[in-house]
């Protein structure tokens, strides 16, 4: 299946440390998303990076994307206690009606 | 003024009952999605729809059916609850069906079966 993997499965960082999550994919995609998710709500888009992209910049946060690998990476920098959420990397195809698919999840623990 | 909004928030019931959970968007976008998230937190979509229109059905039983009445509500009823339909299940929405759009979602109705 189209779905992608996270790794690693938890991290536990202090407070100021970057934090660094990698996503697996196995097909092709048209792009890929990061989405953030806290305990007990609903899932926040954070980034999204074209297949023709590379790197991408959003405040402290700094993806990269190698298709040729099919793989990803979530950087975040300067890690805040607020950071502590799960992350997940979504694919996309390209063409028509395609439908996003979610990885496995990150659990992030920022320890003050 | 909440952007995805679910109810109910928590829903407890008996295995063999019928259950709805109903969803509303008043972001102005003209797709809706269910999905389900397991305990193991694996997220997988079970239904899209495109003004009204259904556009993805995953395989899931028959026994869940999702009905929009209009491109702002999507409610997803659910027939001779079993125990393994134990998830927390998410609404969400974007402005196209396109692959790339950003998904809103919403906070999630925790439905438990006994």
């Given at each position: 299946?189209?779905?992608?993997e996270?790794?690693?499965q938890?991290?536990?960082?202090?407070?100021?440390?970057n934090?660094?999550?990698?996503?697996s994919?196995k097909?092709?995609?048209?792009?890929?998303?990061?989405?953030?998710?806290?305990?007990?709500?609903?899932?926040?888009?954070?980034i999204?990076?074209r297949?023709?992209?590379?790197?991408k910049?959003?405040?402290?946060?700094r993806?990269?994307?190698?298709?040729?690998?099919?793989?990803?990476?979530?950087?975040?920098?300067?890690?805040?206690?607020a950071?502590?959420?799960?992350?997940?990397?979504?694919?996309?195809?390209?063409?028509?009606?395609?439908?996003?698919?979610?990885?496995?999840?990150?659990?992030?623990?920022?320890?003050? | 003024?909440?952007?995805?909004?679910?109810?109910p928030?928590?829903?407890?019931?008996?295995?063999?009952?019928?259950k709805?959970?109903?969803?509303?968007?008043?972001?102005?976008?003209?797709?809706?999605?269910?999905?389900?998230?397991?305990?193991?937190?694996f997220?997988?979509?079970?239904?899209?729809?495109?003004?009204?229109e259904?556009?993805?059905?995953?395989?899931?039983?028959?026994?869940?059916?999702?009905?929009?009445?209009?491109?702002?509500?999507?409610?997803?009823?659910?027939n001779?609850?079993?125990?393994?339909?134990?998830?927390?299940y998410f609404?969400?929405?974007?402005?196209?069906?396109?692959?790339?759009?950003?998904?809103?979602?919403?906070?999630?109705t925790?439905?438990l079966?006994?």
């Open positions: 299946s189209q779905q992608g996270e790794d690693p938890a991290l536990s960082i202090q407070e100021g440390e934090a660094t999550m990698n996503c994919y097909t092709s995609i048209n792009n890929l998303q990061w989405y953030r998710q806290n305990s007990g709500r609903g899932l926040v888009h954070l999204l990076i297949s023709n992209e590379r790197e910049h959003s405040g402290r946060l993806v990269t994307l190698d298709t040729s690998k099919k793989s990803s990476s979530l950087l975040i920098t300067a890690s805040r206690a950071d502590t959420a799960s992350y997940f990397c979504a694919t996309a195809l390209s063409g028509g009606y395609q439908k996003v698919t979610f990885g496995t999840g990150t659990k992030l623990q920022v320890i003050p | 003024d909440t952007a995805v909004s679910q109810t928030k928590y829903l407890v019931t008996q295995m063999g009952n019928d709805s959970i109903k969803c509303e968007q008043n972001l102005g976008h003209d797709t809706m999605y269910w999905y389900k998230q397991d305990s193991k937190k997220l997988k979509i079970m239904f899209s729809y495109n003004n009204k259904l556009i993805i059905n995953e395989t899931v039983p028959n026994r869940f059916s999702p009905k929009s009445p209009d491109k702002a509500h999507l409610n997803l009823h659910i001779s609850l079993e125990l393994g339909d134990s998830a927390v609404c969400a929405s974007s402005q196209f069906p396109a692959s790339g759009e950003t998904q809103y979602f919403g906070p999630g925790r439905l079966v006994l």
